[in-house]
């Protein structure tokens, strides 16, 4: 067999080079695709999560048109303060980093996200506390009882039950600087469960607030308007919980599923 010329070997040699770099190039593009996060889809979840998003102000609307009837005495700022402060602004801040929140996703980064989360849940909860104040106010005027009712309670242990997630929120912000990097994510997982909990007691005095004389009062008794204001109310709040909710049980069930394995 006749050896091969120099410019064969050349050849060859190119081949080989070329092929490599090739193989190269498309383990890094396989590696590269394996390590991007998968694109956002539109699906059910997110249609159900832009209908609460008009339910939440279909609710607060029908509150300020209620407040705007007939006589706006100084109790009439705790409906109007809690509907703006909870219903709307912590609500959203809630839907701001939800996971199915597909159409808001597309356009933010994660970051921007949650600074509009802590920006939108710190309005909302001065709000929800000054809405709290005026109904505290109200009833020390009027030598009535407080917390007799299971919307006063619930909405006192929304109130009380928000300074755990706002303690860790804090340090989840600050992590870096408190050096608590390697506890990041206990710290947010323990900043889920308490948000969560606060909201749910909150999201249960919103519901309750239906029942009130003052919603009663104001809406004449109307029955469309009492289950009008039951449904926007409800879903929007509990469709919050549930996301959260279900990563929740995930998380504790991976958990479990990990110790089994081991």
Same mark, same amino acid.
């Given at each position: 067999?006749? +050896?091969?010329?120099?410019?064969?070997?050349?050849?060859?040699?190119?081949?080989?080079?070329?092929?490599?770099?090739?193989?190269?190039?498309?383990? =890094?593009?396989?590696?590269?695709?394996?390590?991007?996060?998968?694109?956002? &889809?539109?699906? $059910?979840?997110?249609?159900?999560?832009?209908?609460?998003?008009?339910?939440?102000?279909?609710?607060?609307?029908?509150? @300020?048109?209620?407040?705007? /009837?007939? &006589?706006?005495?100084?109790?009439?700022?705790?409906?109007?303060?809690?509907?703006?402060?909870?219903?709307?602004?912590?609500?959203?801040?809630?839907?701001?980093?939800?996971?199915?929140?597909?159409?808001?996703?597309?356009?933010?980064?994660?970051?921007?996200?949650?600074?509009?989360? @802590?920006?939108?849940?710190?309005?909302?909860?001065?709000?929800? @506390?000054?809405?709290?104040?005026?109904?505290?106010?109200?009833? &020390?005027?009027?030598?009535?009882?407080?917390?007799?009712?299971?919307?006063?309670?619930?909405?006192?242990?929304?109130?009380?039950?928000?300074? +755990?997630?706002?303690?860790?929120?804090?340090?989840?912000?600050? /992590?870096?600087?408190?050096?608590?990097?390697?506890?990041?994510?206990?710290?947010?997982?323990?900043?889920?469960?308490?948000?969560?909990?606060?909201?749910?007691?909150?999201?249960?005095?919103?519901?309750?607030?239906?029942?009130?004389?003052?919603?009663?009062?104001?809406?004449? /008794? =109307?029955?469309?308007? $009492?289950?009008?204001?039951?449904?926007?109310?409800?879903?929007?709040?509990?469709?919050? @919980?549930?996301?959260? =909710?279900?990563?929740?049980? /995930?998380?504790?069930?991976?958990?479990?599923?990990?110790?089994?394995?081991?």
């Amino acid at each position: 067999m006749a +050896p091969y010329s120099d410019d064969a070997k050349q050849l060859l040699s190119e081949n080989l080079a070329e092929n490599k770099t090739n193989l190269e190039e498309n383990n =890094s593009k396989s590696k590269k695709k394996r390590l991007e996060k998968p694109k956002e &889809e539109v699906t $059910f979840r997110t249609h159900l999560t832009s209908l609460a998003h008009i339910s939440v102000l279909l609710f607060v609307y029908l509150v @300020v048109k209620l407040a705007l /009837r007939a &006589e706006f005495d100084f109790f009439t700022w705790h409906p109007l303060l809690m509907a703006i402060g909870w219903m709307l602004l912590m609500t959203e801040g809630l839907y701001a980093i939800n996971k199915y929140n597909t159409y808001w996703r597309f356009k933010t980064k994660g970051s921007f996200r949650v600074k509009i989360h @802590v920006i939108i849940l710190s309005a909302g909860y001065i709000l929800s @506390v000054i809405g709290f104040i005026v109904a505290y106010i109200n009833k &020390e005027n009027k030598g009535k009882s407080h917390f007799v009712s299971w919307h006063g309670l619930f909405g006192l242990l929304a109130l009380i039950s928000t300074c +755990p997630p706002i303690i860790n929120g804090l340090v989840l912000w600050y /992590r870096k600087e408190l050096g608590a990097e390697h506890y990041h994510r206990l710290v947010k997982f323990v900043h889920v469960v308490t948000g969560t909990l606060a909201f749910f007691f909150g999201a249960l005095a919103l519901i309750l607030s239906v029942y009130s004389n003052w919603y009663g009062k104001k809406s004449y /008794r =109307s029955d469309s308007t $009492f289950y009008f204001g039951l449904v926007t109310v409800s879903y929007p709040v509990i469709w919050a @919980v549930y996301g959260p =909710s279900v990563k929740l049980v /995930r998380v504790v069930k991976n958990y479990f599923s990990e110790d089994k394995d081991d």
